[in-house]
């Protein structure tokens, strides 16, 4: 098994299945902010996809969308806490 | 309420997203990024600010009218399409510089018209923002 | 390459950025728009003549190769829409610089205007499907803008369902533009025209024309897809109705006729017996609708509806006579229903209201506004020797030609009921005496007008009514040139060569 | 295996059992703040093993510097975001693991927006803020 | 993959327009959003998918090396990305005008003015 | 001068990003940052910068070791079926006033698994605390204060 | 001709003005343009009169086939001299009638028109032509009946009149494109040469049906007879111009003018001949129940049309001869007692039999215009109307003539003849002995001698209906009816050139005397039986109750509440509805042209990743949960999910552009959403179950049918030369490495240049949306929404009141 395959067909499902258990604490609530950290976490997971498929795939350049990502879903998270704290 | 850890934060974030805003836009032409990507980037580096803070002060920060922002960047992208036409040129053919500029590299208007673009998306991204946070503000 | 295609779209642009420049300063935005429509009157004018002398024109922006490139293309289907959207742009201008108040005004009407115009004429223009889809946006949010802009309640109920099933539109239109691409691997609509012609998926091509057939019914609003224009054309300014009125529904029906007789053409006994179908329910329930109506500018909006069925039942008869029929009657019915829709608030200015029942004394005490009344009113319902006339007996003329007597049948029984809700409007609003004002508060009413305003008011009605007159009694020419666009249309090859340069 | 991939491999692996931690961190841990204790930081360290993982495999100075850059907006961003989650919660009664201690309670006072910074001891008498459950 | 993303579109679309067709005026909002996610990625997938690399050029090289994933789509959906933004945004406020001048969320009591 | 170490430091970030130092880019990033830095200037404000490189590294190392060691712990009870933890909200009254200086110890101690800075008090003399493992409230202020908070201190003296 | 034509409609411009001039003697100065080709056209009398035809050509629209080509032969002349005498007579009555009137300038107008669209109807060769003229004439007719705009019963007679004659025209025009492409000519002069190729086109029939609709609602026959006793709400020089002598002729006009193309078949005879004697008798018998002057010539009128279609429908030579005959003594007559019965309306203030009595003395020339008038229409000698009764009889009756034997057919016909001439005594009995004869009666206004215009119309029309009897009798003078008018007229109509010789005194005692005598004793003797006659009618009660008049009018009704009912069933309001009947319109249709068109696909094997699925799962399981959720934030959050998953997507998928756009927006649309909906309720579950269930249905389907077409196009490759092209210009033509960059801003940067506009466009609009908001901003023609809901209430108010 090479290196890219072991990205691609261990690491990856791997990462998959961390997704997929943040998507039961997104479903099981029970409160909307436990939801926020579900989807926080899934840009982190995300960020961790893209360099895994990266490293799987041979493609450098999709790392820059982490970069964006790194930057940009912040912006998200502070936006729902800055909603959350305030409804009311 | 306002967060002294955001605010801080921001301080620090605001200039590193804005520069990442530019090196998205300029290497767009031949990496992943451009116009549109850089200028959302940018705008929400003012976005997080204007929450931190408030939206006056974003506004003042920023120094221009999101609108004139926002006609400034379309006149940008017009005016690229519209030199090649006194060259007897169709609309928006792209014009090369003869001599690559110093940084920017190969300057064109492919590249002055992806800069409206930038322009025209922080434009908008920003007074759509500013006037729904003002809104709530009142 | 050619810049006469490109101003149209270029022009209101450049105007439409000037005035966010000068975003406070309401007279020189006039001034910015006015110049600007009447360029484009011009632009397109000059656009025609160029296509009679010398054919079909194609630009291929950016200087790439067709079909790689986005075309601008104008036959002269194109460039008599080009050339009403110009009309209209300059009519709803000179009607706007009075009627429009200085709020709308402060906060961008001119510029939104203007982008309408833009992706009206970009619409028209380009050769390029995905590129068609822009424009329709450019469209699509001006004219919400424009619907919703001032915020009274009934502008907002209205814009959430015009906004609603537009958007729906532009979804199916998006996939639509997707599946087109994933079939033929092209954009370009002379290029597509051509894989489409050799494809061997014909099944496949058939179910996209009907994806194509709803998408641009839905902005066309025909039968059973036009629920959004009753329910938000008469919220605006009439300013803003008579736009959308005059343009929207029309590009709608360019796409249609355009898609219909360069793209599909494969299964014609299929699709296009079904677009003549919906004609008929569209001229059908329109007309109904307007029946119903005691709402003047209502009543209009409805007829609309009516009138898409006529554009429809050319296409649907695919004829050259048919479709000569059909940019007859689209020049006939932007002229003669923004007319109409100008006439609508100059009432509501006297009467301070568009209920037909509280309406009245109009003929007597504001005779002048009787006549433009009466004579746009007249040719819609089809009167002789207006522009209506014409329209309808090339329609009526091309059907029976081509042995499609039911949808001539409803096509006259139509042209009876909307006789009978013009001449409601005329019995109820002008001829009866209003229960609330009489001849002499209407006298005095418009009195107390200034003169000034109310001769800009009129002015565009009395242009486009008198235009009405022109096109019934020297139908010919423009019937003549609706003849060439229709065979145009019809013969696909001239427009393939012209943008690409062989023929399929 | 060449030491280059073996690094690589290495950081991928560790990076992966630090994301799966805080996934099932996510899942499993009682309270949201101890959620977000786990998930923030174990995510955000895996993910930066990961990252580096990527770095070292393609060896390129233009991918280091991205990937230092990116890791260095997730070190500066990610608390920040967690911060203001937990205020966010802690403002909207989200609960408290029943057994916690709590030396914020009380300090809040929202309607004059502001937090409370009396010396620290426990209150446990004073009534907890109060706002309104809308989620 | 094509197969599994057929299902998922066809579940966006449907779920949109399910959405769309309640009468919260919220859950409009939300139908449309879904909407605007099913056709981008409908051309995405109608455009074929490929497990591929991005079409970049690299350095040294005149074109992308194959196989390389198809730029028009990705070009036509970046447009209509940006442009559904521009919709959604005014969408929202319309919306919440509508809410706060009406005073109710039920679309149904928005029908005055219909015929 | 603060100002301009930024900038200089943008210089070199922009030259990062495009992970070519030639001159030209230094001097591009210098250009750009300025811009930048023109745009932000008000959300700055004036901050003191002082770089004690030395320092810096040391504390950065100190950091990943407490973040690897709080990482393994947090897994351990992530892992294991049992809970250990005994969680509170600590109030940590603060030395440093620094706006800047207290972020960072916040961010510090947030990044580290098991504890979560929640909020700064309004006059910035505490530091509210969610911690997973506090034994003795005393003890876990004694070991904040006696560990990022004297190395900040250190760091921006 | 066209100048001819053209100079009522220039006038008709004018006529306003030059009221404002002349005043009191506009009616006199405007009388002199008919009177004036009047004169001009009586100059064609004898070179027609000779068998010259005269014909002028000018091209109008020849791309549909309409030119102004102009006839003038022996019919259009005759016609065209009655419309042009009659005219001036009665512009010069109207100027009497109107006098002191404020709109009496627009009405000349109006009248001109209508008169200029008569003429060139006559005169014009062309059907389309014609149908032009034609609905002029109809629309002028409207604005004339209306002309009392203030009562609702004018307005409602003008529609109704408008109504009938606009469907009957256009289903005529139908009629007229068909017999254009069976004959293939509409010059009416070319088609008498293509009657067979008609007659055996097929659409023969249809042809006849269209066109006799079309004639049939104009002259006012049953069914459609009864917009005309309605019209006679309009001024009486109207009813005297429009609804006796001329408009209401056009439709026996056009009959008469295409019987030569269409006639000579059974249907021919069949259709006109029942219609027209049906008409006659119903004509008859209600005029004799009415009691309003105006009335009773209108039901008379519809009566006497009857006649003319019948006769034309008979289309024997001397039917036709007869039906030329009556159809000038008919405008003579009866245009001179509408002048009456508008003078004595004028002067009296009352129309209504009853109430009118002794006026003998009061307007000794008025009762001097009914007398001649009435005797004229009794058929007595020496009038016109004398010789025309004798033709008419002789139509039927010599068409057996050779061997004397009435069939039942003419028997039939014969009778309802003579019926409906008895009748017509009777209602000249009446109009003349009732209102001059006995004593006066108190009437609303005191009556004064009218000014000469008032009588000089009926006296001028009695003197030449005289005139015109007694030089058929006299050889020294010119017999004009015969030889100038009549004669070249039937000829016409008949095919071929007749000399006709029309006599006063009958050569012998022929059966024609013997039943015109009768006609006359039997029409005294009814007009002394009248009440109990009258009575038996009312009992009868046809026409008014049930007849086609009662259908009118319920359908006035009853087509808004229709409409309306139609409309709230498409027009309900409910976005949901719409939403579903689109997208329930697109499943049909769409899905129809699929399963009727399209292979189903084979799906190959599923060749996929386990992150691939996990990603699909994701999005389906926040798919599940923005639908079931009834929080607000959660379906922020979980739109947020189904964004990062699909951008996730891209990136798998060799799009980091798109995944990087899709992060970026997502974001930044969720701070719209927390900025936005901040304030807006949670998602209340307001649709009931079963409408859940229905939309559910119709949603899954459509998202079924967008899975289906994704199969099957992706089941095929796709060889995209764009891509193509693209991928080998980028760099080495557009300098580019990133494709789609490069496609963004130089291949297709028109895209982008509309995109960008579309976002300054939106950020304008949210702008102004937010900043702009002024409860006074209502622009000077918009409705607030009140008044929109006032509207509503209104309508329906409206519905319930006649339900
Ligand atoms: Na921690
Ligand atoms: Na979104």
Known sequence: MSLPDVALFLVLPLLMVSLLLTMVRFVIGPRMPDRIISIDMLATLGIGVIAVYAIGTNQPVILDATLVIALISFLGTVAFAYYLQRRG | MSSLILSAATRLLLPLMLLFSLFILIRGHNEPGGGFIGGLVASASMALYAIAYDVQRARESLHINTITLIALGLLLALGSGLLPLFSGLPFLTVLWLADPVPVLGEISTAFTFDVGVYLVVVGVTLTIIFTMAEEEEN | ???????????????????????????????????????????????????????????????????????????????????????????????????????????????????????????????????????????????????????????????????????????????????????????????????????????????????????????????????????????????????????????????????????????????????????????????????????????????????????????????????????????????????????????????????????????KGFPLLALLFFIPAMALAGIPPLSGFWAKLALINAGLAAHQYVIVAVALGVSVLTLFSMTKIWAEAFWKDSPVMDAQAVVLAVREMKTSEMLLRLAPVVLLGGLTIILGIAAEPVLNLATQAASQLLNAQNYIRAVVGVTP | MPIKETITLVLMIVGIFFMAVGAVGLVRLPDLYMRMSATTKSATLGVGFMLVAAAVYFSELGTAIRVIATIAFLLLTAPVAAHMIGRAAYIRNVELWPNTRDELRGQYDLEREILAGSPPKLRDDLPRPVAKNTD | ???????????????????????????????????????????????????????????????????????????????????GFGLQAFALVLIKRAYQTVGTDDLDQMQATDN | MNFFLLNLLLAFAWAALNGEFSPEFLVAGFILGYMVLWVSRRALGCSKYVTRVPLVIRFFFYFLWELFKANIRVAWEVITPQFYMKPAIVAVPLDITDDIQITLLAQLITLTPGTLSIDVSTDRRILYVHAMYVDDMEAFRRSIKRGFERRILELFQ | ??????????????????????????????????????????????????????????????????????????????????????????????????????????????????????????????????????????????????????????????????????????????????????????????????????????????????????????????????????????????????????????????????????????????????????????????????????????????????????????????????????????????????????????????????????????????????????????????????????????????????????????????????????????????????????????????????????????????????????????????????????????????????????????????????????????????????????????????????????????????????????????????????????????????????????????????????????????????????????????????????????????????????????????????????????????????????????????????????????LTITSRPLLSKLNQFFSAASYAEAHGRNIVNVILVDFRGIDTLGEITVLAIAAIGVYALLKLRTDDTIGDDTESYEDMVAVEAHAEKEKESKS
């Open chain 5, 1 to 83: 993959m094509q197969i599994i993303l057929a299902f998922v579109i066809g579940a966006l679309y449907a779920a949109g327009l399910y959405m769309m067709m309640r009468r919260s005026i919220v859950k409009l909002i939300a139908g449309l959003a879904l909407l605007g996610y099913a056709s981008n990625l409908l051309i995405f997938t109608a455009g074929r998918l490929t497990r591929a690399q991005p079409p970049l050029i690299l350095e040294g090289a005149v074109s992308p090396v194959p196989p390389f994933a198809d730029p028009v789509p990705q070009a036509l959906i970046l447009t209509a990305i940006v442009i």
């Open chain 7, 1 to 710: 001709m066209l100048t001819a034509v053209l100079s009522g409609f220039i006038l008709a411009l004018v006529a306003p003005f030059l009221h404002r001039l002349a005043r009191g003697f506009t009616g006199w100065l405007i009388a002199l343009l008919p009177l004036g080709l009047f004169i001009y056209f009586a100059g064609f009398l004898d070179p027609i009169s000779r068998g010259l035809v005269f014909t002028e050509y000018q091209m109008w629209v020849p791309s549909l086939g309409v030119n102004l080509s102009f006839l003038l032969d022996g019919l259009s002349l005759m016609m065209v001299l009655i419309i042009t005498g009659v005219g001036a007579l009665i512009f010069i009555y109207a100027g009497g009638y109107l006098h002191g009137d404020p709109n009496e300038g627009r009405f000349y107008s109006f009248l001109l028109i209508f008169m200029a669209a008569m003429v060139g109807l006559v005169l014009a060769d062309n059907l389309l032509t014609l149908f032009v003229f034609w609905e002029l004439t109809s629309i002028s007719s409207y604005l004339l009946i209306g002309y009392k705009h203030s009562y609702a019963d004018s307005r409602a007679a003008a529609l109704q009149a408008l109504f009938v004659t606009g469907t009957g025209g256009l289903v005529m025009l139908a009629g007229f494109i068909l017999m254009g492409i069976a004959g293939g000519t509409l010059e009416i002069s070319a088609l008498v040469g293509q009657s067979e190729a008609i007659r055996e086109s097929g659409f023969y029939v249809a042809i006849l049906l269209l066109v006799g609709i079309g004639a049939l609602t104009k002259s006012a026959q049953f069914p459609f007879h009864f917009w005309l006793p309605g019209a006679m709400t309009a001024p009486t020089p109207v009813s005297a111009y429009l609804h006796s002598a001329t408009m209401v002729k056009a439709g026996v006009y056009l009959l008469a003018r295409l019987t030569p193309v269409l006639s000579h078949t059974d249907e021919w005879r069949l259709i006109f001949t029942t219609v027209g004697l049906v008409t006659l008798l119903i004509g008859g018998f209600l005029s004799l129940r009415q009691t309003d002057l105006k009335r009773i010539l209108a039901y008379s009128t519809v009566s006497s049309l009857g006649m003319l279609v019948a006769l034309l429908g008979w289309n024997t030579k001397i039917a036709i001869e007869a039906a030329m005959l009556f159809l000038l003594v008919h405008s003579l007559y009866k245009g001179g007692l509408f002048m009456v019965a508008g003078t004595i309306d004028h002067e009296t203030g009352t129309r209504n039999i009853h109430e009118l009595g002794g006026l003998l003395r009061v307007m000794p020339l008025v009762a001097l215009g009914a007398l001649l008038a009435g005797l004229s229409m009794s058929g007595i000698p020496p009038f016109l109307g004398f010789i025309s009764k004798e033709v008419v009889y002789e139509a039927t009756l010599a068409y057996t003539s050779e061997d004397w034997q009435l069939g039942t057919l003419e028997g039939i016909f014969t009778l309802v003849e003579m019926i409906g001439n008895i009748i017509f005594v009777t209602v000249a009995c009446l109009l003349f002995f009732v209102p001059f004869l006995g004593q006066q009666k108190e009437t609303p206004r005191h009556p004064h001698r009218p000014p000469v215009s008032l009588w000089l119309g009926p006296v001028i029309l009695g003197i030449i209906s005289i005139i015109l009897a007694l030089l058929t009798e006299l050889p020294a003078l010119p017999d004009i009816a015969s030889v100038y008018l009549i004669g070249p007229a039937a000829g016409v109509v008949y095919g071929e050139p007749i000399l006709l010789s029309l006599h006063l005194i009958p050569p012998a005692v022929v059966p024609m005397l013997l039943l015109s005598i009768a006609t006359v004793a039997g029409g005294i003797g009814l007009y002394f039986a009248l009440p109990r006659v009258r009575r038996l009618i009312d009992a009868l009660d046809i026409g008014e109750r049930y007849g086609p008049e009662r259908l009118f009018a319920q359908m006035v009704v009853g087509l808004p509440v229709f409409s309306r009912s139609v409309t709230l069933l498409t027009q309900s309001g409910y976005l949901r509805n719409y939403v579903a009947i689109i997208v329930g319109t697109l499943v049909t249709l769409g899905g129809y042209t699929f399963f009727s068109r399209v292979a189903l696909p084979v799906l190959g094997t599923i060749d996929v990743y386990f992150y691939e699925v996990v990603l699909a799962v994701v999005i389906l399981v926040a798919l599940a949960l923005i639908v079931r959720s009834s929080s607000l934030f959660f379906m922020i959050v979980a739109l947020g999910v189904i964004g990062y998953s699909i951008a996730l997507l891209f990136i798998l998928y060799g799009a980091p552009d798109l995944a990087m756009t899709q992060f970026s927006i997502e974001t930044l649309s969720v701070v719209l959403f927390v900025l936005v909906l901040y304030r807006l309720p949670n998602l209340a579950q307001l649709s009931s179950s079963r409408a859940r269930l229905r939309d559910a249905l119709i949603a899954c389907s459509a998202g079924g049918l967008v899975t289906l077409l994704v």
């Open chain 3, 1 to 363: 390459m050619n810049v006469l295609l490109v101003l149209p779209i270029l022009i209101p642009l450049t105007a439409g950025i000037i005035c966010v420049l000068a975003w406070r300063q309401r007279l020189f935005q006039r001034v910015i728009a006015i110049v600007a429509t009447i360029s484009m009157l011009i632009a397109g004018l000059v656009l025609l003549g160029t296509i009679q002398q010398s054919g079909i024109q194609m630009t291929n922006l950016g200087n790439w190769p067709p079909p790689y490139s986005i075309v601008l293309v104008a036959d002269l289907f194109s460039a008599i829409m080009v050339v009403m959207a110009g009309l209209v742009g300059v009519s709803v201008t000179i009607y706007s610089i009075v009627t429009i108040d200085p709020q709308r005004e402060s906060f961008g009407y001119y510029p939104v205007m203007l982008s309408l115009l833009m992706g009206v004429c970009g619409a028209f223009l380009t050769g390029d499907m995905f590129n068609l889809y822009v424009w329709f946006e450019v469209m699509l949010i001006s004219s919400f803008v424009l619907l919703a802009l001032g915020g009274e309640r009934a502008q907002l109920e209205g814009a959430i369902k015009y906004f609603s099933l537009n958007l729906l539109v532009s979804a199916f239109f998006l996939g639509a533009v997707g599946f087109l691409y994933s079939i033929a691997g092209s954009l370009n609509m002379a290029d597509l025209a051509i894989a489409l012609r050799r494809s061997d998926q014909t099944g496949l091509v058939t179910v996209l024309a009907v994806l194509f057939l709803v998408t641009f019914g839905i902005k066309a609003a025909v039968f059973p897809l036009f629920f959004w224009l009753p329910a938000s054309y008469h919220t605006p300014p009439v300013a803003v109705t008579t736009l959308f009125s005059g343009l929207m529904t029309k590009v709608g029906v360019y796409a249609m006729v355009r898609i219909f007789t360069l793209l599909f053409t494969q299964d014609t006994d299929y699709t296009h017996t079904l677009i003549l179908i919906i004609a008929g329910f569209t001229m059908v329930t329109g007309v109904l609708g307007a029946v119903a109506q005691y709402d003047f500018r209502r009543l209009l909006s409805f007829h609309i509806i009516s009138q898409i069925g006529y554009l429809m039942m050319g296409l649907g008869i695919f004829t050259v006579a048919s479709l000569t029929g059909t940019v007859f009657f689209m020049v006939h019915v932007i002229i003669a229903k923004s007319a109409l829709f100008l006439v609508s608030g100059i009432a509501f200015l006297v009467g301070r209201t568009y209920d037909l029942k509280e309406l009245g004394s109009l003929y």
